[in-house]
């Protein structure tokens, strides 16, 4: 784009530069959403894949810009982790998710934990552990109702480093979940020694449950493995009633997806939960 001249429109037309528009009008609209603190949480249940029944929940931050719809986080987070958005953003979900579990522990109405994801830049925090702490106690919320989701790309970045983070969380009756688990490259050595309770097997493997024998078999390993090690094995992007019979039938008990109910607003949610499954 350099010396046009007369044709600087041209300038306007490409499509990198639209991109660069569109970053920034994003990036704008995060800190605005920031500083108005409109960050909006919506909760996906995860449920029993022996009773269908409702045992947790997971936080999914949205971006809701008024005239605008919303913004799905694929657009948002990787702008967030590199402008640094992404802890302030990240405290603002947990506060507010930590709000509504409250309410709804207080009205008996939800078992289990809320899951709340955790970024990497948040994860490496040095004053994490008393972040996470501080919001919990002023937010009314005793630490056994939180379950912190971390990508097995993030804790395979630096595993000791990671162990010890989680460890501290650990420590403090927060629950801890390997989210992706398979798309990363996790060494069973260090698996082992990761405190946490929850693996989440990646969508990916889930699409193909039902394809070839290889992808169910790896599902299997996945499970059988996690069950030695005395994890809970959650299954993400269930979207039909043949990968959950599958997925049964290989002992993964817990799972997320569309076939049960996609990420709902706190009262469409409260709602859905209400109502006993219908599958
Ligand atoms: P994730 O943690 O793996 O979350 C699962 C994603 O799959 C969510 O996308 C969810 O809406 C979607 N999903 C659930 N069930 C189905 C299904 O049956 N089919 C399909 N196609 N998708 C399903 P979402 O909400 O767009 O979030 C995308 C990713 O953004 C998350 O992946 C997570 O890595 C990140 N993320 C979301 N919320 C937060 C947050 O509050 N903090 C941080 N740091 N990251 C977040
Ligand atoms: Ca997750
Ligand atoms: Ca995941
Ligand atoms: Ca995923």
Known sequence: AKNRGGHSYQFFNDSMNKNAVRRLQVENQLRQALRNKHIQVMYQPKVSLRTYEFVGLEALVRLNIPGTGVINPSEFIPLAEETGLIIEMGEQVLRQTCR???????????????????SAKQ??????????????????????YLELEITEGVVMEDPE??????????????????DDFGTGYSSLAY????????????????DDINGADRDR???????AMAHNMGLDVVAEGVVNTAQAATLSRLSCEFAQGYLFAEPLSSDAFLAHISVPASI
């Open 123 to 144: 994860f490496i925090q040095p004053d994490l552990t008393q972040r996470i702490m501080t919001i919990l106690r002023e937010e009314n919320l005793s630490p056994e």
């Open 217 to 223: 078999n790896m599902v299997a390993s996945i499970v």
């Open 161 to 178: 480093r990671a162990i010890e983070i989680m460890t501290e969380l650990n420590n403090c009756g927060i629950h801890l979940a390997l």
């Open 100 to 118: 509504d579990m409250c309410q709804w522990v207080k009205q008996g109405m939800v078992q289990g934990r809320v899951a709340v994801n955790l």
């Open 191 to 206: 698996l082992k020694r990761f405190p946490i309770q929850t693996l989440k097997i990646d969508k990916a493997f889930v």
